[in-house]
């Protein structure tokens, strides 16, 4: 019985996920709404407001400030909600929230942490631990990509991670929806944990990511970001047969030039999950050891 309340907790949680992204895609279709807001958070925090009716006049004084993001207002609150000429107590709702916004975002400087050393209970306990570090109606959902793609990611110019143009569910930003440990992390990311990801991940293409064939270094690094529970809880952005994979749309990203990007505002952290130096002849024994097991045959792919 237990379990069936609470599967039926979950599909009510969903279904009402669905329909609040359907209402945030018809309020961006509405007349005078930009046909992309281009301001990464404005139209969800707006929706959430009731402040609809002000959402494309909003995002102009945004754009024409050079606020890509909501926490870019940090410092402009106050003249970006007099702009707007709100009655007082919606005034102070919208203010309440910018101030949110700028307390929990980051300053855009991150640095790589190896974590590779972890055994999985660490791993659990380090991803449970980044938990309170999120809002209420945040989750935490992972990226996997080299540690060369990373530091571009992460350098000061960058705008963010970048969305693909084509591909699976018409393209966007691929995520994990499930942590490490949950796929099985091996210390030192090994080849067991490289095969179960692989397969919840890339599905037919999993021997691609093991290590030393061509893909290992999409691997190489992680970034914990965090997503309203609004995307991350919407099925239909799921990619069919991988459970773990969602997709986030274009639509909902903030776009520069020709391109669409989850803005850093939402990277918790990011991390190094190869061997360090002093480990080198770990990761040669392990690719080895995949190497051979690949040759033999010994995992169904």
């Known amino acids: 019985k237990e379990k069936a309340a609470k599967e039926e907790k979950e599909k009510a949680a969903k279904e009402k996920a669905a329909e609040e992204v359907d209402s945030l895609e018809a309020l961006m279709r509405q007349p005078g709404t930009p046909k992309a807001v281009k301001t990464d958070g404005l139209a969800r925090l707006f929706s ?3 402040l609809e009716e002000k959402l ?41 929230e910018l101030g949110s916004a700028a307390t929990t975002s980051s300053r855009s400087v991150f640095k790589m942490e190896n974590i590779a050393r972890m055994t999985k209970a660490q791993m659990k306990a380090h991803i449970d ?46 995520v994990c929806k499930r942590p490490p440990h949950e796929l099985g992390w091996d210390k030192y990311g090994g080849p067991q944990w490289r095969s179960a990801i692989g397969k919840a991940l890339w599905g037919e293409k999993a021997e691609d990511v093991r290590l030393g064939n061509k893909d290992a270094k999409k691997l ?43 803005s850093k505002d939402h990277i918790v952290k990011v991390y ?27 995992l169904d792919q």
Request: charged share 25%; proline share 2%; hydrophobic share 40%.
């Open 272 to 298: 190094d999950l190869s061997s360090d130096k002093e480990q080198a002849g770990v990761a040669g024994a392990m690719a080895e050891g995949a190497a051979s097991s690949a040759a033999g045959g010994m």
């Open 48 to 50: 959430k407001l009731n």
């Open 129 to 174: 631990a980044l938990e309170n570090h999120i809002m209420r109606n945040e989750r935490l959902a992972f990226h996997f990509t080299s540690k060369e793609i990373a530091d571009i990611i992460i350098a000061p110019e960058s705008h963010g991670l970048r969305a693909s143009k084509a591909g699976q569910l018409g393209g966007g930003l691929s």
């Open 220 to 262: 190489e690094a992680m970034f914990v970001i965090k997503i309203d529970e609004l995307f991350f809880n919407d099925n239909r952005r799921v990619l069919p047969g991988r459970e773990a994979v969602l997709i986030i749309p274009t639509k909902f990203l903030t776009a520069h030039g020709s391109d669409h990007y989850l």
């Open 56 to 96: 494309a006049d909003a995002d102009a004084w945004c754009q024409k400030m050079g606020a890509d993001s909501v926490s870019d207002l940090n410092g402009y609150e106050q003249e970006f909600v007099d702009h707007l000429n709100l009655p007082k107590i919606k005034a102070g709702k919208l203010l309440k």
